[in-house]
């Protein structure tokens, strides 16, 4: 059973292009949440989404963030216009629903911006 | 402000060595407490749920506790594998859905 998937790995962007991070759920799981790791800081929640919904995007920068996780296919994370300050990690994690909570994660993505 | 707090920040241990990592928090409404393992370049890999207090797990060298404050991760005669940063979540209500809040994390290092 394969676990979670993000795609790329690594992103090099030059400040003002735009970003798309991918993720694929675990089999079977229909949440998936989205979280950024700075270096030395501990992971921050961004948004969580189910198919075509998002249900919480509390974390999620008010301007150039969005996220979506439609009906067909995995779930994506894009920044417009990147700027040096969005240099991170950025993990994905999916669980089966509420009445599992425990989150599995992904290798991540890590973005540097130029 | 709900709030987690791991320490220490860093542990540096010999072979054989076993110690305890600490989890505090505050928040309202917790559902769970998780502890995970992240690896240098990789995503936290998945440890232990604990949902009520007096709750303990365990796993090979590893064995979490939780109170109504804290959790603690004890790690007995910790081998250099066992290096890695060891990473807290609660899960909390908010805002009628439930949100994970990580710690800083414990950065292990064992020495053979």
């Known amino acids: 059973n394969a676990g979670v998937m993000q795609n790329p790995r690594h992103l090099v962007r030059r400040r003002g292009q735009e970003a798309r991070l991918r993720c694929s759920p675990m089999?079977?799981?229909?949440?998936v949440y989205w979280y950024r790791q700075l270096p030395e800081e501990g992971l921050k929640f961004m948004v969580y989404l189910q198919k075509e919904n998002i249900i919480d995007e509390s974390g999620m920068p008010k301007e150039r963030f969005s996220a979506e996780f439609p009906k067909e296919g995995p779930s994506i994370l894009r920044i417009q216009q990147v700027v040096r300050g969005d240099s991170a990690a950025y993990f994905c994690a999916s669980s089966p629903g509420l009445a599992e909570e425990t989150q599995y994660f992904g290798p991540g993505t890590r973005l540097l911006v130029l | 402000e709900d709030q987690v707090t791991q320490s220490p920040e860093a542990l540096r241990l010999q072979e054989g060595e076993s110690s305890s990592l600490n989890c505090s928090y505050t928040?309202?409404?917790?559902?769970?407490l998780f502890w995970y393992r992240q690896d240098p370049g990789k995503g936290p890999e998945f440890l232990f749920t604990l949902y009520s207090a007096g709750e303990e797990k365990e796993k090979e060298r590893l064995k979490a506790t939780l109170t109504k404050k804290e959790s603690f991760l004890h790690i007995t005669a910790p081998k250099p594998e066992d290096s890695a940063t060891y990473l807290c979540?609660?899960?909390?209500?908010?805002?009628?859905?439930?949100?994970?809040?990580f710690g800083t994390g414990t950065r292990l290092k064992v020495l053979a």
């Open positions: 928040v309202s409404g917790l559902r769970g």
């Open positions: 979540a609660v899960q909390a209500q908010s805002s009628g859905t439930y949100k994970y809040i």
């Open positions: 089999k079977g799981h229909s949440h």
